[in-house]
């Protein structure tokens, strides 16, 4: 029986955390969505590192990978009619994932602060229409 050397080892558990890390990340909680949909999580510092320093350049990679994917199906999910909803699941999901997630945080969207910061921007540009 031949044994596997340690390059192979390393790939292969590099390999298995690769494919767990989707479903860690993408796993919903119906805990941690508040009201309308905002998130109110409260990460610790070691869940904002793992995140900046593992999940976050996976991210980065599966949101490119699934740019190049796209166009190179692109002639075939025209002809079906799908291109949208091919680039939703290639490229729009990863990229909310990276993107649209705050640093430590399990689920993408925008929290309750930052809800309220908007709708106070919006109430201030309002009332300095209304001045002039």
Same mark, same amino acid.
Request: hydrophobic share 45%; charged share 15%; glycine share 10%.
């Given at each position: &029986?031949?044994?596997?050397?340690?390059? %192979?080892? =390393?790939?292969?558990? =590099? &390999?298995?955390?690769?494919?767990? +890390?989707?479903?860690? +990340? #993408?796993?919903?909680?119906?805990?941690?969505?508040? *009201? !309308?949909?905002?998130?109110? @999580?409260?990460?610790?510092?070691?869940? &904002?590192?793992?995140?900046?320093?593992?999940? *976050? $350049?996976?991210?980065?990679?599966?949101?490119? /990978?699934?740019?190049? +994917? #796209? =166009?190179?199906? +692109? $002639?075939?999910?025209? &002809?079906?009619?799908?291109?949208?909803?091919?680039? !939703?699941?290639?490229?729009? /999901?990863?990229?909310?994932?990276?993107?649209?997630?705050?640093?430590?945080? *399990?689920? %993408?969207?925008?929290?309750?602060?930052?809800? @309220?910061?908007? @709708?106070?921007?919006?109430?201030?540009?309002? @009332?300095?229409?209304?001045?002039?």
């Amino acid at each position: &029986m031949k044994k596997m050397s340690d390059a %192979s080892r =390393l790939c292969t558990a =590099l &390999m298995i955390a690769c494919l767990m +890390l989707p479903q860690s +990340l #993408w796993a919903q909680s119906s805990a941690t969505v508040g *009201r !309308d949909g905002a998130v109110d @999580e409260n990460p610790n510092a070691f869940a &904002m590192l793992g995140d900046f320093v593992v999940a *976050r $350049p996976i991210g980065l990679v599966l949101t490119a /990978g699934g740019t190049v +994917l #796209w =166009l190179a199906s +692109l $002639p075939f999910t025209l &002809m079906a009619g799908n291109a949208g909803d091919a680039a !939703d699941t290639l490229i729009l /999901g990863p990229g909310e994932q990276t993107f649209v997630r705050c640093l430590g945080c *399990r689920q %993408s969207g925008y929290t309750n602060r930052d809800i @309220e910061q908007h @709708e106070q921007r919006k109430a201030a540009a309002a @009332e300095a229409e209304a001045a002039q």
